[in-house]
């Protein structure tokens, strides 16, 4: 069976950090892209970062240039996201997703594999 499992959200204040973790299994992790979107209540699910195969290439979107990292280790099937400098504003519900076409990543629908969540809160 595949499965994508987030782990490492929690509450945190405002300028913590947070590192999330997905471990996937049941495909082959080193053929797919991995990204993470996340989403709030009411809003539309929007991709925080994604990362090639072998992890040569990234992308962050603009709202968390500089303080957020994706990374992948492909001997543990786990893609991580580094989280810095937290801002309320990025609470949400964060999910790792696979995908098997780079040029695919910025839309949801694209993605054969998607975790359950993990939350993060961000708050005074």
């Known amino acids: 069976q595949v499965q994508l499992v987030e782990s490492g959200g929690g509450l945190v204040q405002p300028g913590e950090s947070l590192r999330l973790s997905c471990a996937a299994s ?42 957020f990292a994706i990374s992948r280790d492909n001997t543990k099937n786990t893609v991580y996201l580094q989280m810095n ?21 910025w839309t949801m629908n694209n993605y054969d594999y998607w975790g359950q969540g993990t939350q993060v809160t961000v708050s005074s």
């Open 26 to 67: 049941g495909f082959i992790f080193k053929s797919y892209h991995m990204a993470w979107f996340r989403q709030a209540p009411g809003d539309e699910r929007e991709l925080v970062a994604a990362i090639e195969n072998f992890g040569i290439g990234t992308r962050h979107a603009n709202s968390v240039k500089g303080r």
């Open 85 to 105: 400098s937290l801002k309320p504003e990025d609470t949400a519900t964060y999910y790792c997703g696979a995908v098997r076409k780079w040029n695919d990543i």
